[in-house]
Structures are given as structure tokens and as C-alpha cells.
């Protein structure tokens, strides 16, 4: 495995993307949306990235990347259609040990972006380790066709539980071991059937259930001091 799959919380942080193009549109979006900074740096941009700019969503520099436009940044993407700017950027970046990633050029990241499937907070990723970004494409439709949203409604009633769990169960095995049992449960054949009320009720169950286990547990521990 040549790459360490990792979840980067980007809010706040300060992101710079090189090139104003549609492909440098569709990054400085996503990065928009995960809450980071965007600085945009380009001498032509797209009517979308000027409207973006227009309603701060990010900054633009209407010019020519110069080195310094690094400054400061944790991240940089580079999205040119000019080679020998996207190795400069690159090789500037790499200097400075900063994440870097040259879009479609895998010979030019220290990181890569695969594709991805939302469905509210569920977030999955798929990358071919850059050699097949289509494939990875495919992929990630195939998944959208087996997780679809009552996924949404049984995390939501599963973090419900497991906030419960954590306030009345101390053992973190107990925990996990009613958490599993409700994932494997036929909880989501309720809420895909429309029963969500069902759901909800046997996960109720099964926390009376671990509760009374975990409290048998502990007398039993107690017992025997």
C-alpha cells in the first residue's frame, strides 16, 4: 500500500489553487465546501469562480502564480494547463514540505484526491492509487446503488444509541458489543420497509438489554471483592 488513506479537516485551514479553469473551479468548489480558505490564483478565472468571489466564498489573485503566493498556506492544488507552471508549483511546494497536488499528474502529488460518495455525514472514498481515476469513478456509482439513504436514517438512530450507550454503560466492549448488535440487526429492513418507528424501538431493546448486562457485570464484580 503506497498511500495512507486520511480524512483532512480542512476548516478554517488556508488552501491555495492555482488555475482558474474549470478543473480549478470544480477544486476551489469542494474546498469551499469542506470549510476551507480558498485563495484562488489565476490571470483568467470562470464566470462561476468570479460570482464565488463576489459572495466570499474565496479570495481571487487576478495574475500570474509567483512563488510567494505560497505563503501561508497548508495545501495547494495545482490546476494549470501549462506543464512547466504545475512542476514549478510542485517543486516549490515540496521545498517547503507542504501538501501538494497537481491534478492528473500523479508524478506531481505528495497526495491524491479520490473519488467520492456523500450521502449526509456518510462520506466514502475510493482511489485507484491515481493509475485509474475513471475506474474509480465507476466504483463509486456502483456504491451509490447499494447505500442509498435509509443509510442516513439508521446512522442517525445509531449515533442517538451510542450517545445513550456512552452515558449509562461504562465498558467500552459493552459499548461496542450493543452497537454491533443493532448494526447487524434487522434495523435497517425496518427503515427500508418504512418502519422507522421499529427501528428505533429495538434499539431502544437492545440498550435496556446491555444496560442490564452491564449492571449484572458490575454486581457480579462487586460480589466478588
Given amino acids: ?7 483532512l479537516d480542512l476548516q478554517g485551514r488556508k488552501v491555495l489553487v492555482v488555475g482558474g479553469g474549470p478543473v480549478g473551479e470544480g477544486k476551489a468548489r469542494g474546498l469551499v465546501e469542506a470549510g476551507a480558505a480558498v485563495t484562488l490564483v489565476s490571470p483568467v478565472v470562470t464566470t462561476p469562480l468570479q460570482e464565488m468571489e463576489a459572495r466570499g466564498e474565496l479570495a ?3 495574475r500570474e ?8 498556506f497548508f495545501l495547494i492544488i495545482g490546476a494549470t494547463n501549462d506543464p ?4 514549478q508549483v510542485y517543486d516549490l511546494a515540496s521545498a517547503r514540505n507542504l501538501l501538494c497536488n497537481i491534478v492528473d499528474h500523479r508524478a506531481l502529488c505528495n497526495f491524491l484526491t479520490p473519488s467520492l460518495f456523500n450521502r449526509g455525514p456518510i462520506q466514502i472514498s475510493v482511489s485507484t492509487g491515481g ?25 442517525e ?6 450517545a445513550r450507550a456512552q452515558a449509562a454503560i461504562p465498558g467500552f466492549n459493552e459499548r461496542k458489543e450493543l452497537l454491533s448488535e443493532f448494526a447487524h440487526s434487522d434495523a435497517l429492513q425496518f427503515i427500508i420497509e418504512g418502519k422507522e418507528d421499529l427501528a428505533r424501538a429495538l434499539a431502544d431493546s437492545l440498550l435496556k438489554k446491555h444496560l442490564a448486562i452491564s449492571d449484572q457485570n458490575s454486581a457480579n ?5
Fill in 1 to 7: 500500500m503506497r498511500y495512507f488513506p486520511v480524512n
Fill in 60 to 62: 481571487v489573485r487576478l
Fill in 65 to 72: 502564480f509567483a512563488p510567494e503566493d505560497l505563503e501561508g
Fill in 84 to 87: 512547466a507552471v504545475n512542476k
Fill in 131 to 155: 493509475v485509474s481515476p475513471t475506474i474509480g469513478q465507476l466504483i463509486r456509482e456502483k456504491i451509490s446503488d447499494v447505500v442509498g439513504p435509509e443509510f442516513e436514517t439508521l446512522l
Fill in 157 to 162: 438512530i445509531s449515533a442517538e444509541l451510542r
Fill in 221 to 225: 464484580e462487586s460480589g466478588s471483592n
